[in-house]
């Protein structure tokens, strides 16, 4: 079977159809936006890694589970999902970037995957340890994410205030004065030993702004860790 | 003309890009017989390979700026074809079978004299092909690319895009599997 002239055909389409090749810039714009969405994608997942560390120092969710199974629904409101959430996308479109690249198909993509999200992480947590949010929560847009207090739909997280019998007055995270009162069935699980300028965490059913307690304890904001011990020169001691 | 034909790849297609677009006949020609070759066998269709080949030259042309000079023009080609061929392959669902008179005839056979020898050697080369014809795509391109159109295993990591473990990896399976193929026929082993 003869095999037709392919060069022929080939130049005659081009030139009847006018076929023109793609210029330069288009092809060197297309690696300009690849390294750009790369580079976004990656220093997104890192901001977020730190947001979402500073959230949970901020909220600790993970204290209510301290409560048992009545502090399961105000863990799941205070977890930060929206920002694991965004971050896990920003991990995804790096990654679908990365495989763009050249070099990608000559390595095990697996393991380019697995490496590039410890470093996202380990990343995140560094830059975490370097308290970006005292700079950050100053710029407008940024205030939201770190300033943002969630109300509680049956809890409180504040500083104590007043301190009367089974009860005490407490000013919330959101700037609220509430009242917080316990009986003999309410869970102790730091004792009752409460005082002034203390910080508490508290859930149960709200009555106005009283809060009958069925759950209450103490601190539960986790510190930060650092990579200089507190009181190192030219570093604070590790607060919010 | 003979000129041209002692430049090698990567400069005609620079020729191409800023000079004369018509130089652009003399790269298409140099590989039009080897690429139809290897879309025949991933497609074992004429016609189809045919127009895949086609497409795919007039493809390279419209992205021929994106290419790298400094990389191999061969392997950048090979995977535009590859990648058409991929594309038909997946428009037509199932794979295309059996045109196995063009497969047979691609590679003439003239290096034996003895009828016999000839006839054996024809039967063992059509059990292989039909055998061929059937290995699962995966595993046939790299073979082909292989044993056929001699690449190395680099070029073909280059051509479909994978690690070079992984070439040898396919290659050593796809032997055996054609092996298993080619016994079931009634192919004989003859222990290399």
Same mark, same amino acid.
């Given at each position: 079977m003869a095999t037709k002239d392919i060069a022929n055909k080939v130049m005659q389409e081009i030139k009847e159809k006018h076929i023109s090749m793609r210029p330069r810039f288009f092809f060197v714009a297309g690696s300009f936006l690849l390294i750009g969405g790369l580079t976004f994608a990656f220093v997104l997942a890192i901001f977020l890694v730190h947001l979402i560390l500073f959230r949970l120092r901020l909220d600790?969710?993970?204290? %209510? =589970?301290? %409560?048992?199974?009545?502090?399961i629904p105000p863990f799941f409101i205070m977890f930060p999902w929206r920002f694991l959430l965004i971050a896990g996308f920003a991990v995804a479109l790096g990654i679908y970037l990365l495989k763009k690249?050249? %070099? /990608?198909?000559?390595?095990n993509f697996a393991l380019i995957t697995g490496i590039t999200i410890i470093t996202i992480i380990l990343t995140g947590i560094i830059v975490d340890c370097f308290k970006p949010n005292r700079r950050l929560e100053r710029l407008p847009p940024m205030r939201g994410l770190y300033k943002e207090r969630l109300p509680g739909v049956n809890w409180v997280i504040g500083e104590i205030l007043e301190i009367s019998g089974e009860s005490v007055r407490v000013q919330s995270l959101d700037g609220r004065v509430v009242v917080i009162i316990w009986d003999? /069935?309410?869970? =102790?699980p730091m004792g009752r030993d409460f005082k002034i300028g203390q910080n508490i965490r508290a859930f149960g059913d709200w009555q106005d702004s009283v809060l009958h307690a069925e759950g209450i304890m103490r601190g539960g904001f986790l510190r930060r860790p650092t990579l200089f011990p507190p009181g190192s020169r030219g570093f604070p001691s590790p607060v919010f | 003309m003979q000129e041209i034909q002692k430049v090698t790849d990567e400069e005609l297609v620079e020729l191409v890009r800023t +000079?004369? +677009?018509?130089q652009y006949r003399e790269l298409v020609a140099r590989y039009q017989a080897r690429l139809l070759r290897y879309a025949g066998y991933l497609l074992n269709d004429a016609e189809a390979a045919q127009d895949v080949v086609q497409q795919a030259f007039i493809k390279t042309f419209i992205n021929l700026?994106?290419?790298?000079?400094? +990389?191999k023009f061969s392997s950048w080609i090979y995977r535009i074809v590859h990648n058409e061929a991929i594309n038909y392959l997946k428009s037509k669902k199932n794979e295309v079978l059996t045109d196995s008179l063009f497969l047979g005839n691609v590679v003439p056979d003239?290096?034996?004299?003895?009828f016999e020898e000839i006839i054996i050697k024809k039967e063992k080369r059509q059990i292989l092909l039909v055998s061929l014809e059937v290995l699962p795509i995966v595993y046939r391109a790299p073979l082909t690319l292989f044993?056929?159109?001699? +690449?190395?295993y680099y070029e073909i990591s280059d051509i479909l895009r994978i690690p070079i473990g992984t070439v040898g990896t396919r290659i050593n399976r796809g032997k055996k599997y054609l092996k298993k193929l080619y016994l079931s026929k009634g192919g004989k082993y003859y222990g290399h």
């Open positions: 600790a969710p993970f204290e %209510f =589970l301290r %409560f048992g199974p009545p502090g690249c050249e %070099f /990608s198909y000559k390595y003999k /069935s309410t869970m =102790l | +000079k004369d +677009k018509e700026h994106g290419f790298h000079i400094k +990389k003239t290096t034996i004299n003895n044993y056929f159109e001699e +690449k190395t």
